[in-house]
């Protein structure tokens, strides 16, 4: 599996490459790259992923170019492969960008903030699946039409006690490495048959 990262802060260290260390520990395929490389672009890309991958994975990741975005989940299909995207419950919602302009991100005008919002839910919609852990169920179901939700986090660990209390016309399934990052649960989850395009 690869995880396309778009920054090296605090939040890639705990969705990607703490997981997908772990998941290299144990003998599995993991990588993580940089969604700008310019090797994702060159023609051998969807061999390469064909041969090489199981599933890719966006976690809180975005592009501003909706053709860029457009063109690579394409070559991610094209590969046979299914794109999960991986997201936080507060991302989506629009109190989002006024929450972060007043705590972590003062610099970022609302607008930028906003538009950040917007190329989520853009990324979102173009994925086959989405990982989350929240309240969220419902609303992003009646968004997006997934035909899967990964839970991560305590859910999965207690998902025979939460099971019971969650309502969605999409699957709902535990990750499989619990409350390590939902990422690593929704990647071995795209890689059974059935789940993924």
Same mark, same amino acid.
Request: hydrophobic letters at 40%; charged letters at 25%.
């Given at each position: ?127 086959? #699946? ?21 839970? #991560? ?20 399934? /535990? ?21 993924? /395009?």
């Amino acid at each position: 599996m690869l995880a396309l990262v778009g920054d090296s802060e605090g939040c890639t260290l705990w969705r990607v490459w703490q997981p997908f260390t772990e998941l290299q520990r144990r003998g599995y395929a993991a990588w993580w790259r940089y969604k700008d490389d310019a090797e994702l672009g060159a023609p051998e890309w969807p061999y390469l992923a064909a041969t090489r991958l199981e599933a890719v994975i966006l976690p809180r990741l975005s592009w501003r170019d909706q053709t860029d975005a457009r063109r690579f989940v394409d070559s991610v299909h094209d590969a046979g492969l299914a794109v999960i995207y991986d997201l936080d419950d507060d991302l989506l919602s629009p109190q989002i960008r006024d929450r972060l302009h007043t705590t972590t991100q003062r610099e970022r005008s609302c607008e930028k903030l906003e538009q950040d919002r917007r190329d989520r839910i853009a990324a979102v919609r173009l994925c086959d #699946g989405v990982t989350t852990s929240n309240e969220y169920l419902a609303e992003l179901h009646r968004l997006l039409w997934p035909d899967v939700f990964i839970l #991560g986090g305590a859910v999965s660990e207690r998902f025979g006690e939460f099971a019971p209390l969650l309502r969605s016309a999409a699957e709902i399934r /535990p990750a499989s490495f619990a409350n390590q990052a939902g990422v690593v649960g929704a990647a071995l989850a795209a890689a059974t048959p059935g789940v993924g /395009p």
